[in-house]
């Protein structure tokens, strides 16, 4: 459903004697986020209003990294409320600067996703000028990639951003450790985390056809299969997977469930290995994958947390990650296996290893989610806006009369 067609629901009223109003600005709808929000709007324990600065994702986009016009085939936008505060060219800034500072004063506490973009350091700008207390979510780590005059830059950035919030909601060790370089701000541990329970329902249910899977793709359903999700891109180093399975000596399988670039030479492989790419996998069909699978590789060079580690464990997968992977310390360590970047045989040995493993190392993955499911990342949220809104929340109470202006879309 498109944003501007949801006015029934962001004209409510909100009463001022409410639970604190928690605004949080974000790029778009995102597939992993919206789970937390409707949560969030389920609990009541704040008022949700969740800006975007732009509907893509809630319509068809083309993804240059998948290479494929994606439509997502889940709700993003139903459950909670929303606006729409459209990005706009310089010209148009000085209204879109208004248009935002009225939403923002009609918080008691705003979440800002990153530090890095332009419009979100314009909101940051506007909530210390209309003292409005900011919380940082993002995925940031305490070492930057970046080099030269760049890295300098988002270093000066980072710092003027993280010293100016009222707190962070960091995502886990690494994240919190780029926040403790910037600035000594509270924590409130809010975990990347997905919707655990759908995933594993989902993958339950298909594990019964995990042999007439494999068999129609011509793969032998006796050996452990392992499962390979996301872009098929140089940094997620897609074909380190693939050449660790031909050093494991037709072992295992590999299904790689995703699409861009590499796919041409990925499917080279395809005639002599037991491998096979499925290309881009919708949000509802993935978890029927995943059944069909027992370990997942995330081997990337680069990657800030990695949800599809969250998603694979959710369907019972065991993670074999590299160590560039910022969920490796917190999920991963003690139930699958970290490895060095760009080390095949390491992979090869960790995929056998865990391959052999694997009915102990499954056990263990309960407990270890317990810890990253959508109820914990929300309740960090709600923390944190009971912590630091109060001051707002209590000024608004003081004023009965007062009633929250409605909500409008700004195209």
């Not at 270093?155 to 690494?174: E, Y």
């Not at 098929?232 to 590999?254: F, Y």
């Amino acid at each position: 459903m498109p944003i501007e067609q949801r006015k029934s629901l962001r004209e409510r009223a909100v009463s001022p004697t409410s639970a604190p109003r928690l605004g949080v600005l974000a790029t778009h709808p995102i597939q992993y986020q919206a789970p937390l929000y409707q949560e969030l709007a389920r609990r009541g324990a704040v008022e949700l209003d969740v800006a975007f600065l732009s509907s893509a994702g809630a319509r068809p986009v083309h993804d240059p990294g998948f290479g494929v016009t994606l439509a997502w085939d889940i709700d993003l936008l139903g459950g909670y409320r929303s606006t729409l505060l459209s990005r706009r060219s310089l010209s148009g800034k000085p209204a879109w600067l208004v248009s935002t500072s009225r939403w923002l004063r009609r918080q008691d506490i705003v979440v800002l996703h990153g530090h890095s973009d332009s419009d979100t350091l314009l909101a940051a700008a506007a909530c210390r000028l209309l003292r409005i207390p900011y919380l940082l979510r993002g995925d940031s780590q305490a070492e930057s990639s970046a080099a030269g005059m760049r890295r300098i830059m988002r270093h000066l950035v980072a710092g003027a951003v993280v010293r100016g919030a009222a707190g962070a909601l960091p995502i886990g060790q690494r994240n919190a450790a780029f926040y403790r370089r910037y600035g000594n701000i509270p924590h409130y541990l809010a975990p990347y985390s997905v919707d655990n329970e759908r995933f594993r329902a989902m993958a339950d249910a298909a594990r019964p056809s995990r042999a007439e899977r494999l068999t129609s793709l011509g793969l032998d359903p006796g050996r452990p299969t392992v499962i390979f999700a996301g872009k098929l891109v140089a940094h997620k180093r897609p074909l380190d997977v693939v050449r660790a399975i031909q050093r494991s000596g037709g072992e295992l399988n590999l299904l790689l469930l995703g699409d861009g670039p590499l796919r041409a030479e990925v499917r080279g492989y395809e005639r002599s290995l037991p491998i096979r790419c499925l290309g881009f996998i919708n949000q509802t069909e993935m978890p029927c994958w995943y059944g069909t699978g027992d370990i997942l590789a995330l081997p990337s060079g680069r990657e800030p947390w990695g949800l599809v580690v969250n998603e694979g464990m959710a369907c019972g997968l065991i993670p074999v990650v590299s160590d560039a992977v910022g969920s490796g310390p917190d999920l991963v360590r003690g139930v699958g296996e970290v490895f060095p970047v760009g080390d095949i045989d390491a992979l090869a040995t960790a995929l056998s290893r865990v391959a052999r493993d694997a009915p102990d190392r499954r056990e263990r993955i309960p407990a270890r989610l317990a810890g990253f499911t959508v109820a914990v990342t929300a309740a960090g949220y709600e923390r944190a806006a009971s912590a630091l809104g109060r001051r707002r929340l209590l000024r608004r109470r003081r004023r009965p009369s007062a009633v929250t202006a409605p909500a409008s879309a700004v195209g």
